[in-house]
């Protein structure tokens, strides 16, 4: 069956220093997303991004934050200035489906994200 | 506003009963609602899902229905064992540009032996 794979399973970097999560979608989707899981919360939509460009962001994206698919395989998101706030699971996810027909979104395994 | 509640927050029941979890949407749009398992640090796998054109779909020892009217969707688990213990999430498409989904905000379901 195909994943969606992410790296790496777990970064741990110091408040104000730049981080990278990577993930490689399913090859056939279109449609990605990554979300943020705050330890015993619920799991809360970032940023999508379709046609190689964001297509809707959250209150949570805020300029701290960038995504790319720098070779039409990886998706990554950045986050250029770590807080204490944004130590969290990420996951990215990728799904089939036309923009009215969605399904099977797939998620990654996440990236725990430690900010000290 | 994007919104899906989900209730109860924890559930705990004795081996082989059932469990009923409940959502509830708020976008007369959103057309296909996913459920989730979540173990502790893994990622939400999904267990099963339906679309809006059908009221009810089953796979073994788990169900969904919806209700489209009422924006009501349920997950049932019949003969639940002790390795269905995880935490449970519904969620739902919002329109915009890419559907996103949107997460309840989760069901703790304890199966006691």
């Known amino acids: 069956e195909p994943e969606v794979t992410q790296t790496p399973s777990h970064q741990v970097t110091q408040m104000g220093q730049e981080v990278i999560l990577r993930c490689v979608p399913i090859s056939n989707h279109l449609y990605f997303y990554w979300y943020r899981q705050i330890l015993g919360q619920k799991v809360e939509f970032l940023v999508s991004f379709y046609n190689n460009e964001i297509s809707e962001k959250s209150e949570i994206f805020d300029d701290q934050f960038s995504v790319e698919r720098p070779d039409g395989s990886n998706f990554t998101l950045k986050i250029r200035s770590t807080k204490l706030e944004d130590s969290a699971m990420y996951f990215c996810?990728?799904?089939?489906?036309?923009?009215?027909?969605?399904?099977?979104?797939?998620f990654g395994s996440g990236t725990r994200l430690t900010v000290v | 506003g994007e919104n899906v509640e989900q209730h109860p927050s924890t559930l705990s029941v004795q081996e082989g009963d059932s469990a009923v979890i409940k959502c509830t949407y708020s976008?007369?749009?959103?057309?296909?609602f996913p459920w989730y398992k979540q173990e502790l640090g893994k990622r939400p796998q999904l267990i099963i899902d339906?679309?809006?054109?059908?009221g009810e779909k089953k796979d073994q020892r788990i169900a969904v229905t919806l209700n489209k009217t009422a924006k009501h969707f349920s997950l049932h688990i019949t003969e639940t064992q002790p390795e269905d213990s995880a935490v449970y999430f519904c969620a739902a498409p919002y329109g915009g540009a890419t559907n996103k989904l949107i997460f309840g905000t989760g069901t703790l379901l304890a199966v006691q032996p």
């Open positions: 996810a990728s799904r089939a489906g036309t923009l009215y027909l969605p399904y099977g979104y797939t």
């Open positions: 339906i679309r809006s054109n059908v």
């Open positions: 976008d007369s749009a959103s057309n296909y």
